[in-house]
């Protein structure tokens, strides 16, 4: 059995972009979701596949995660990995996606969960927004919070791999991959003008396909509004995905002992001494023929 993907968001599952791809587990918050149901949801997970990686946006409200700490200790298992994302909702749905493709691949469970971090570097994620006032995920710079006050402000931004905010209709366009990538975007309330990310971002990225998914919940919080057109460019290759994980060195979690790659261990979170960690690639920049990492 493939190990198993979580989210802690139904929106945040895109749709498989194959037969073969596993579906992702969903919990609920605190709220939704009496501890005891969740308790029995993730025990069915590890009797079933082993292992269980959960994906959640660092952004995710403080209950709710330490919901999902108290799972892993009523279970006694080190078998869960609980993974706080530094992207943007939608971008960890695409990251989430993209580990189910892999889940079904000869990955040991420790990689799998440490690949999440190298990935997350190859993913091109970001917004167009109608206003920055409540954006606290990049500079935002005095002249930009006072454009957001004039009618008809649009604004283009790029929070990963690098961060970069600019006006839209000023000719500019961020770089990005040098790569194949898939383009996914979810629209909020609607944004005047143009259509930035279509018209204007996809083109000049030359992305290989184009898919919308579902606005999350949490994204209108990290973006500091629910008038944004939020995407991601990724690679939706599984070959290649997989290329990317198997080049990394890979090292044993002298805490636990699982394999994994990088500097720390997705399930029991133990570092590897810096001396023997391995290099994760850095973000792949325009004009580069393929991705790749430091061995």
Known sequence: MPIAIAVTSSDLVLPPPDGKTPHSAVFQPPEAQP???????????????????VLF??????????????????????????????????????????????????LSPGVLASAARLLAHYI????QLSSVTRLDRADVGLGNHLASLLPGA??????NPVSRLLRIGAGETPDGPGFGTRLTLARGRPVAGEDWVLDTVAPHWRVQGVQEAVFPAESARWWGT???????????????LYQLVTSVRREECRWCGLELIGDRCGFCRAA????????????????????????
């Open 35 to 53: 501890l005891e149901t969740a308790v029995a949801q993730a025990g069915v997970l590890l009797d079933q596949c082993g292992h269980l990686v």
């Open 57 to 106: 946006p660092d952004s995710l409200p403080g209950p709710y995660v330490r919901r999902l700490h108290t799972i892993r200790s009523v279970l006694e298992s080190d078998r869960v990995a609980l993974l706080p994302i530094a992207l943007p909702p939608l971008a960890v749905g695409v990251l989430a996606c993209q580990l189910r493709q892999l889940s079904v691949s000869d």
């Open 124 to 127: 091109y994620a970001g917004a």
């Open 154 to 159: 649009r604004f283009g931004a790029l929070v």
């Open 226 to 240: 629910r008038r944004a057109v939020e995407f991601a460019a990724a690679i939706w290759d599984p070959s290649v």
């Open 272 to 295: 590897v001494p810096r001396a023997a960690a391995g290099a994760l690639g850095p973000p792949v920049r325009a004009g580069a023929s393929a991705p790749h990492s430091r061995r």
